[in-house]
Each structure stands twice: as structure tokens, then as C-alpha cells.
């Protein structure tokens, strides 16, 4: 009757996978640099327009060892962090309380819905209007980009959670809030847990664009000055810098995704 | 003074329960439901699929209310879902986000008990189903029969004084059933709580069970009252008569309703009488 026991040798063979997926995943990358750096070595496009990653990467690498990065890097982490969280803070608890009673939700879910289709640096203008150009508005935008997916994802969770898992908890002695807090919550988990992935890519899109137009730090800023100023490397060191930080908040939210809901897929 | 001994632990009296329908009338689904329960009693009811088994479960669960009538409880009216009266389902409903130990103490959390207590008494409820050692796994790492198990300790950490399971078994193959049945069997002989176990199958009803209440359906109603005890099983001819009795039963709430689909939903070998 034991069952089969499958959890001990798990842990290596997982490591192991996911080394080989990241290896596997360095080689077409490593195929795009080469590529990039070809079109260039055989003058098919212009070194002026198009660095090379060859003075690229030694770019990348002076923005480090200067410590001329930090505060560019730290300003856009700055707005994005804060944006996305308040987005976070706001967007959950409003989506699971409109996911749980069912004609809130029927009656909001359009509503957000269409404001979800505008394309969030539409609002932009209307942010710089209100607050000006500088880190309010940045914020602000950051927020309506990410609050959208976030909340429609929480009321998708919230409205999907098994009402068999409820009822079962309502046989076990748990109250109203219990069952919000320890089923409606837990179960809606994986479906919120997307939507912030979602809305922390839309964040970052949107951030990126924001501080192009105003602001006068930040990776954005500086992608965009760099090319005012015709540092053309620089401009593209600083894009490489940029897609580095895009992979790094993607794989952050997966990591913490499968931290949090370690049971999604398996059930 | 002997009418308060002799008082059951559950009391379904009359009870019916109609649902409307989608296109505005309404479905009876229990007609006039009466059955006293004893306290240290393992009754099973059985009967084909739709016959309100679960919807009569649900009741004395405190999940549904009654159209009419009443079930109650020690002689206490039952009103809503209570710990006394714990419930397993067909599906388990476990929670997937907790550990095996984490779901077994799941109502003790709900009960308010110290932590230390709750990790003590999951242990043992977890060892009763012989499932001491896994309550450090997720519960997706289980089999189906040990799902089930996990969702048996759980409702033993209510403290119940009624185990309501509906057909709790009928998703495990052969063999799995056979050691759930013996397993619970087991529990009821060392705690001799009340229990109330569905299930459409001849068989497993046979086995377990000091009453099997047969039921039919269109409207779901009770059909029969069968009482058999431990000697009675013993008797090969009198559980074959037993078993033809029932199939006789069950046979006639069936065939009107065609030979095929519905007769397959009840389990085991029919008796060639
Ligand atoms: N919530 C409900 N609304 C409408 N009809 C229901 C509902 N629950 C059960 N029924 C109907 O009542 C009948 C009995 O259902 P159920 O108690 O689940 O039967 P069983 O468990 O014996 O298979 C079925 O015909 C079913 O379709
Ligand atoms: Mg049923």
C-alpha cells in the first residue's frame, strides 16, 4: 500500500534540466550575436548606424566599471518597483472582492475590460496633464499598466475557485472570512500569479516609453539621449542592458510563480 | 428516561426536496425521506444514479436545506455544516496548496487547537490510514487511494460523532477499494462513530454496512430497509438470498428506465435468479 515514493531523487535530476534548458537556450543567442556581428563585419549595414556587439559588449561592461549606470538603473527600478507594487497592493484585493460576489462582478467586468483594451501609453498625455512630467506621472503610468491584468486575472481566479473545495470547507468548520482567506485566496493563487507576470511586462513597456518622453534618468532616458548625443555604442549597450534587465524580471516572476504555487500543473 | 437512550443520533423525518428547473418548473428530487440513525450504526445507501443519495447526504450535512420535513442531530435541529458532522467526498476535495498534514489539519485550525497539538493529533489521524510517513508530501504527489485516505484523516481531525461519505470509494480500482473498505470497516469497529456511506455498489454496501437502505428513484424515495450483522455474513446462502433480494430491487427502479446506461451504474455481479 506505500505508494511509490518519487520525491527523492527529484532535486538533482530538476537542477539538472533546467541547466540543460539554459545552455540550450545560450545557443541561439549566441547565433544572434554572431549574426548581428556579421551583418556588420560584411558591411551590409553601416557601423555608424549599427554597432557591433563586439564594442557593444565592451560598452556594457564600461557602464558597469564607471558606476555611471547605477543611478539610471536604480531610478528605473525605482518607479517600476513601485508602480507594479501599488498596482499589486490595489489590484488583488479588489479583484478577489469583485471575483467573490458575482453581480459586482457582472456588472464591472466590461468596465474593465474596456479599459484594459486602451493601450496603456495612451494615457500617458493624460498622466503629464495631471501630474506633470517626473516620477508621479511615471508611477502613475506604471500603474495603469500593470493594475489591468492584475485585476482581471485576480477576478478570473476569484471567480473560478471549485465551489466543491468550498463547500468542503464549509463541512470543516471554516467561516466566511476563513474560506475567503484560506480557499477563495490560495486557490485563485496561479491565476493572479499570471496576471502580475502580465502586468509586470505591460509595466515595463510602458516604463521604458514614459521615461523616453519625460524624464531625465532612467534606461529609457538614457537609450533615448544616447542617440540625441549620437553615442551610437552607448545607445546600444544601453538596449542590451535594458533586454538583459526584461529576461531578469521575467524569470524573477517565474521563479517566485513556482515558489508560491508550487502545486500549479500537477493537480 | 428510555426514550432519551434510545434517542438517534440522525432523525431524517419526512423529508422532500424539490429544485426548480431551467425551464421553470420544478424536479423532486427526495419524496417523503424517513430513516432514524443509531448512533454506532454504519448504514449505506444505495440505489441508482439520480435517486437524491447525495442531495440526502447534503441535507444531513447541513449543505442543503429541505423543501419540507426535518433531519436533525442528537434531537437538535440541523441548520448549516457543522465539524460534528464531517463529510468525504466522491472527488476528496482536498486543498492542493497544502501538505498532506497541512489539509489533515486544516478543521483543527478551523477549531482554534495550538499548533504543537494539531502537528501531534494530525500524525495520528494520518497513522490510522497508514499514512504516517506522508505528511510531508503534496497532495498531488498521491495516488488516488491515498488522496481518498488523506481526506478520511482530515474528517477525522473534526472529532465527528458522524462520518457522511458519499460514494467515497468509487473512483479506485479493485484492489485499492477492497483495502479502503477494510480500512474503514477497521475505523468504525475501533471508534464506532455513525456513519453514512452512499455508494452504488451491491457489493460494497454488503460488506460494510449494519443497514443498506435501498433507494429509488423518480421520485428519489426509500424503497427498502435490509438489517445484516456480522454472523449473517458468515452464511454464504443467506448473503446470496440477501444479494438476490436487493438486485430484485434495485432491478425494477432500473429497467424502466431502459437496460443500458443505467444499469450499468450499479456495480458488481447480478445474481442469475
Ligand atoms: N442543485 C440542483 N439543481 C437541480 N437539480 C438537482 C440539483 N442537485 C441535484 N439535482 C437533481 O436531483 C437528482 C438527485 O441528484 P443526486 O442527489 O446527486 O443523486 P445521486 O447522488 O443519487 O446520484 C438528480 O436528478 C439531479 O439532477
Ligand atoms: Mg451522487
Known amino acids: 500500500m ?101 453581480w459586482v462582478s457582472l456588472g464591472l467586468s466590461p468596465v474593465i475590460e474596456f479599459l484594459r483594451q486602451l493601450p496603456p501609453l495612451a494615457m500617458l498625455p493624460v498622466f503629464m496633464l495631471f501630474l506633470g512630467l517626473g516620477f508621479q506621472a511615471q508611477v502613475a503610468i506604471v500603474i495603469w499598466a500593470a493594475i489591468w491584468p492584475i485585476l482581471l486575472n485576480t477576478v478570473t481566479g476569484a471567480l473560478g475557485v471549485d465551489e466543491r473545495l468550498k463547500k468542503a470547507a464549509r463541512t470543516l468548520g471554516a467561516g466566511r472570512r476563513e474560506i475567503f482567506l484560506q480557499v477563495a485566496l490560495p486557490a485563485a493563487l496561479p491565476t493572479i500569479m499570471t496576471g502580475m507576470r502580465l502586468g509586470a511586462s505591460y509595466a515595463f513597456l510602458v516604463l521604458v516609453a514614459a521615461e523616453m518622453v519625460g524624464a531625465d534618468s532612467g534606461i529609457g532616458f538614457i537609450i533615448l539621449n544616447n542617440q540625441y548625443t549620437f553615442k551610437i555604442p552607448q545607445m546600444y549597450a544601453a538596449i542590451l542592458i535594458l533586454a538583459c534587465l526584461g529576461i531578469a524580471l521575467n524569470y524573477g516572476l517565474l521563479w517566485l510563480e513556482r515558489l508560491l504555487t508550487p502545486w500549479r500543473g500537477n493537480t | 428516561m428510555s426514550a432519551v437512550t434510545s434517542m438517534p443520533r440522525l432523525s431524517v423525518e419526512r423529508v422532500s426536496k424539490t429544485f426548480p428547473t431551467a425551464t421553470g418548473g420544478s424536479f423532486q428530487a427526495l419524496n417523503e425521506v424517513a430513516l432514524d440513525i443509531a448512533a454506532e450504526e ?45 463529510v468525504v467526498f466522491q472527488h476528496f476535495a482536498l486543498f492542493p496548496w497544502r501538505t498532506v498534514t497541512g489539509n489533515v489539519e486544516f478543521p483543527m485550525e478551523m477549531a482554534r487547537v495550538a499548533k504543537t497539538e494539531r502537528r501531534r493529533r494530525a500524525r495520528e489521524y494520518l497513522s490510522m490510514v497508514g499514512l504516517e510517513d506522508f505528511g510531508d508530501r ?102 446470496a438470498e440477501l444479494r438476490a433480494a436487493i438486485w430484485n430491487l434495485l432491478r425494477k427502479e432500473i429497467l424502466p428506465l431502459g437496460e443500458g446506461e443505467a444499469g450499468n451504474e450499479i456495480r458488481g455481479e447480478a445474481p442469475s435468479t
Not at chain 1, 24 to 29: Q, R, W
Not at chain 2, 149 to 178: H, N, Q, W, Y
Open chain 1, 2 to 102: 506505500g505508494g511509490s515514493t518519487q520525491g527523492g531523487s527529484q532535486g538533482p535530476s530538476r537542477t539538472m534540466a533546467r541547466l540543460r534548458s539554459f545552455g540550450i537556450a545560450l545557443v541561439p543567442i549566441g547565433g544572434l550575436f554572431l549574426v548581428w556581428e556579421l551583418i556588420v563585419g560584411m558591411g551590409w549595414v553601416k557601423a555608424e548606424l549599427l554597432t557591433p556587439p563586439s564594442i557593444a559588449i565592451p560598452e556594457v561592461w564600461r557602464y558597469f566599471a564607471s558606476g555611471e549606470i547605477f543611478s539610471h538603473l536604480g531610478a528605473s527600478l525605482r518607479r517600476g518597483a513601485l508602480g507594479f507594487a501599488i498596482a499589486a497592493v490595489v489590484g488583488v484585493p479588489v479583484g478577489l472582492f469583485i471575483g467573490s460576489v458575482r
Open chain 2, 42 to 86: 454504519f448504514v449505506s445507501l444505495l440505489g441508482p444514479s439520480g435517486c437524491g443519495k447525495s442531495t440526502l447526504l447534503e441535507i444531513i450535512a447541513g449543505l442543503q436545506t429541505p423543501s419540507s420535513g426535518r433531519v436533525s442531530m442528537d434531537g437538535e435541529q440541523i441548520l448549516r455544516p457543522g465539524p460534528e458532522r464531517a
Open chain 2, 138 to 239: 503534496h497532495v498531488w504527489q498521491l495516488s488516488g487511494g491515498m488522496q481518498q485516505r488523506v481526506a478520511l484523516a482530515r474528517a477525522m481531525a473534526c472529532t465527528p460523532k458522524v462520518l457522511l461519505m458519499d460514494e467515497p470509494f468509487s473512483g479506485a480500482d479493485a484492489i485499492t477499494r477492497e483495502l479502503l473498505q477494510a480500512q474503514l470497516t477497521k475505523l468504525h469497529r475501533a471508534t464506532r462513530k455513525t456513519i453514512l456511506f452512499v455508494t452504488h455498489s451491491v457489493d460494497e454496501a454488503i460488506r460494510m454496512s449494519d443497514r443498506i437502505v435501498v433507494m429509488g428513484t423518480r421520485p428519489g424515495r426509500i424503497v427498502s430497509i435490509f438489517s445484516l450483522d456480522d454472523a449473517t455474513r458468515e452464511h454464504a446462502d443467506k448473503m
